[in-house]
């Protein structure tokens, strides 16, 4: 949620509102399960060369990667069917569990409002 938040502006109460109001969205929690699934995210990443093996940029930090992980450790214990970031590194973990991962700029426009207004010319 943070991440689309971050570049929503002035409409971020809005998007916060829609997506609290629908039930095809949920904000989780990091909680026991999720944590444990994490940790054997890292540790697994760990065996394969370190805590930062799957990221897209070797210069990112270690916390950013720990943030990332518990992301999709998330995603992976509900049953995500879709994770909406930017961010290349959680793009790459969503695939490697097999979630789908949508970036903002592949979202679909707002449709147009299909009640338009009309003009009349009062004279």
């Known amino acids: 949620m943070a991440e689309v938040l971050i570049k929503a502006g002035p409409v971020a109460s809005d998007i916060i509102g829609m997506v609290t109001s629908k039930s095809v969205f949920e904000v989780a929690d990091f909680d026991l399960l999720a944590a444990t699934e994490a940790a054997a995210s890292m540790a697994d990443a760990m065996r394969r060369g370190g805590l930062k093996a799957d990221a897209v940029n070797a210069q990112v930090t270690k916390s950013k990667v720990k943030f990332d992980r518990q992301i999709a450790a998330i995603a ?25 991962v949508i970036k903002t700029r592949d979202l679909p426009h707002r449709p147009e409002d299909p009640q338009q207004s009309l003009d009349f010319d009062t004279e």
């Open 76 to 100: 992976k214990v509900k049953k995500a069917q879709r994770i909406y970031s930017d961010d290349g590194d959680l793009e790459r973990l969503g695939k490697q569990i097999g979630i789908e």
